[in-house]
């Protein structure tokens, strides 16, 4: 596929606005087969739109691919730990397979995702996350300009930039384990 992962997730974006009539993209977070990754919702806090009936008290990540057809890449497993692991720190999640999940296994979801290459990867990518040395960093990034800034829905306050183009931040990482 020649789309690029930034150019699927804008698609994703205009499919769950447009056609779906959501505020924004179902997912909170999404991880490109390189290892980028891009954030759906604007606030990982607010409800997501990814696994009908139990879309409260969880954070949803979307991986791009066709994960019954293909492996996923070592680049976006890497991503993935780094991601369960910053969400266990941030929010307390329990690191084991009852609190992180595949959509398929939750009550209801008639759907293959995340893919039957993906699903055993799930335990991996828990076990790998309970020992990432990064887990305790802190990240906080403002946007120097806010008239770059989306203006509407839950996306109000987020970067609205498009793939090539510059966006001045501020960043600040915390060091927060011994």
């Known amino acids: 596929d020649p789309t690029s992962a930034a150019e699927r997730v804008r698609g994703i974006q205009r499919f769950h606005i447009d056609q779906r009539g959501w505020c924004d993209i179902g997912y909170h977070f999404l991880i490109g087969q390189d290892g980028q990754v891009y954030q759906g919702r604007a606030d990982e806090q607010r409800s997501g739109a990814h696994v009908g009936r139990h879309n409260a008290n969880n954070v949803a990540i979307g991986f791009l691919g066709n994960f019954?057809?293909?492996?996923?890449?070592q680049n976006m497993l890497d991503a993935s730990i780094r991601m369960v692991a910053w969400l266990s720190s941030t929010y307390g999640i329990t690191l084991d397979r009852d609190h992180v999940r595949g959509h398929r296994e939750w009550d209801g979801a008639s759907t293959a995702c995340p893919g039957a290459n993906m699903v055993p990867r799930l335990t991996d990518i828990?076990?790998?996350a309970k020992?990432?040395?990064d887990a305790p960093l802190?990240?906080?990034?403002?946007?120097?300009?806010?008239?770059e800034l989306f203006?509407?829905?839950?996306?109000?306050?987020?970067?609205d930039a498009?793939?090539?183009?510059?966006?001045e931040t501020e960043l600040a990482v915390t060091n927060t384990s011994n």
């Open 126 to 128: 828990v076990e790998a």
């Open 138 to 147: 802190s990240l906080a990034i403002s946007f120097v300009a806010p008239e």
């Open 151 to 159: 203006n509407t829905g839950t996306s109000a306050g987020v970067a």
């Open 131 to 133: 020992a990432d040395p």
């Open 68 to 73: 019954e057809e293909i492996e996923p890449p």
């Open 162 to 167: 498009f793939e090539g183009d510059t966006l």
